[in-house]
């Protein structure tokens, strides 16, 4: 959910699938595919004598508005990289709905690329994506989070990369995740705190959908709003877990027709169901229908 003042207003995230910007014939097939939001990847998905063709790629992309209604991101390369000034021009030029910064370190790090927008007139609706892949991201969590609510801030989402963080970290892979989930949790606890978008990491293998699910099911249930994916594979299991169940939909309609009820207007607690509610449960309620509703159009 992205920070609003309307409890109700957010953008869908569930599948996030990522292709490498070199891969044109990936990038063609997306209008058939299902997912809420594609990456764009110019970074370490694409080889250095691929970077200019990919660019082009997303050039081609773009100009001819196969999106389809899902958010278009594009992941750019590190500022350290001689690729990152040909990727913001790029950015500049094609204005998709979001710009992913790799490599996240500090909050300066996401200011400077707000600032650099700002000062070369991108529109407001451009946003910034940060991937928590370093150790120091997870150590300033917060502080990246917080960038979403400075002025002029267009910080919108949080992206984990644990591939990388294990590189850096030397935690060895684990399919229950186990001395990653304080890391995860924190992201979460970060991107909640300041009204952001969390996104979990990739599952690396996508043949084998049974750890996939699992790790969907894991980071549903940890708050997450979606998952990055590599492969359209996994778009359907993540579109099921991240959405809300039957049991979830017909529970929050409930606690709607209480709290619309004639004389609920003044109260901020009542029972449904046999349990007390408040009124931020009504707030939840809303909002899960709205997602619920989203999802329905798309799909009709």
Not at 124 to 129: C, E, N, P
Not at 188 to 213: K, T
Request: glycine share 6%; hydrophobic share 50%; proline share 4%.
């Amino acid at each position: 959910m992205t920070m609003n003042s309307d409890p109700t207003a957010f953008a869908l995230r569930r599948s996030v699938l990522s292709l490498p910007a070199s891969n044109e014939r990936a990038i063609a097939k997306l209008g058939s595919l299902a997912m809420d939001a594609v990456i764009l990847d110019l970074e370490d998905a694409v080889a250095e004598e691929m970077k200019a063709a990919a660019r082009d790629n997303i050039r081609k992309f773009m100009a001819a508005g196969l999106a389809g209604g899902r958010e278009i991101i594009i992941r750019i390369n590190d500022a350290a990289s001689p690729h990152y000034q040909d990727d913001l021009a790029l950015v500049l030029e094609t204005q998709p709905n979001a710009v992913l910064l790799p490599k996240v370190r500090t909050s300066d790090d996401v200011l400077d690329l707000s600032l650099f927008l700002s000062e070369n007139d991108a529109p407001d609706m451009l946003r910034i994506w940060a991937m928590m892949e370093t150790p120091l991201a997870i150590l300033n969590a917060g502080s990246i989070a917080e960038t979403g609510r400075t002025r002029g801030g267009r910080l919108d989402c949080l992206v984990v990369g644990l591939n990388d963080l294990r590189k850096d970290t030397g935690v060895m892979p684990d399919p229950a995740r186990t001395y990653l989930v304080p890391w995860l949790m924190q992201v979460v606890l970060a991107g909640r705190g300041f009204g952001l978008s969390v996104i979990d990491s990739v599952s690396n293998d996508f043949r084998d959908l049974a750890p996939f699910e699992a790790e969907c099911a894991q980071g549903r249930a940890m708050g997450f709003d979606g998952k990055m994916l590599i492969h359209p594979a996994q778009i359907d299991a993540a579109n099921r877990h991240f959405q809300p169940s039957e049991s979830e939909i017909a529970d929050a309609r409930a606690i709607i027709d209480a709290f619309s009820a004639a004389g609920a207007a003044s109260l901020n607690a009542l029972s449904v169901g046999g349990r007390m509610v408040e009124r931020l449960h009504f707030q939840q309620a809303l909002a899960l229908i709205a997602k619920v509703d989203i999802i329905r159009a798309r799909s009709a």
